[in-house]
């Protein structure tokens, strides 16, 4: 088995200080930085996401694989830099305005990271000016929107409706979640994807950038 396998299943089985000594002697090897990323740390966050997916692992597992991920990014990120690898695309995220619950969020978020996604968080109780302020100014090409409270979920109208008004639908989608959320909803309000939990988010996150 060669190193990056033995990366890939380290990151599996969220052994961060593996990853984090692995990482560092594939780099000394050495192996391209992308390659690592890619076929190593991405490539065992991709079984994560599946895994959970398919209920045979749980939240706790994810979160120890994200954190394995994060140990051996930290190495490899001066690297990436200097090959000035972008990311996928940009996600702008967010628990809108009057709702303060981000668990959900937070695992959308991780789980997009390790699909390649950079993540910008702008944490909760976020308003629809907030969220396409962010949008454009980090030229994001997904909003997405989590809510717990069905008294928030009219502030994911408000987000598209804005877009709208100002031009913007189409150019930047949106993507919501949340428990109350479904895709009745979604489609209701001109929603461009609906994730009813973190790995069907990150499925339509990918196909909206085919759209």
Request: proline share 3%; net charge negative.
């Amino acid at each position: 088995m060669d190193i990056i396998q033995h990366i890939s299943n380290a990151l599996q089985t969220g052994s961060d200080q593996e990853v984090e000594k692995l990482v560092a002697e594939a780099l000394e090897i050495p192996l391209a930085a992308k390659t690592i990323l890619e076929e190593g740390l991405l490539a065992g966050m991709k079984c994560v996401g599946d895994r959970f997916r398919e209920h045979r692992i749980f939240l706790p597992d994810v979160l120890l694989a994200a954190r394995a991920m994060d140990s051996g990014i930290t190495l490899l990120k001066p690297h990436l830099l200097e090959m000035k690898i972008e990311p996928r695309a940009r996600v702008v995220m967010g628990t809108v305005q009057g709702d303060l619950h981000d668990l959900g969020k937070n695992l959308v978020s991780i789980m997009l990271e390790g699909a390649g996604f950079e993540i910008i968080d702008l944490g909760r109780d976020v308003s629809p000016g907030q969220f396409i302020e962010a949008a454009q100014k980090n030229n994001a090409l997904i909003i997405g929107m989590s809510a717990l409270l069905t008294t928030t979920m009219p502030v994911m109208r408000q987000v598209i409706e804005l877009l709208d008004q100002r031009g913007l639908k189409g150019k930047i989608h949106t993507l919501i979640g949340g428990a109350p959320v479904t895709s009745q909803f979604a489609a209701e309000i001109g929603a461009d994807g609906y994730g009813f939990d973190a790995a069907k988010a990150v499925e339509m996150a990918q196909n909206l950038l085919e759209v």
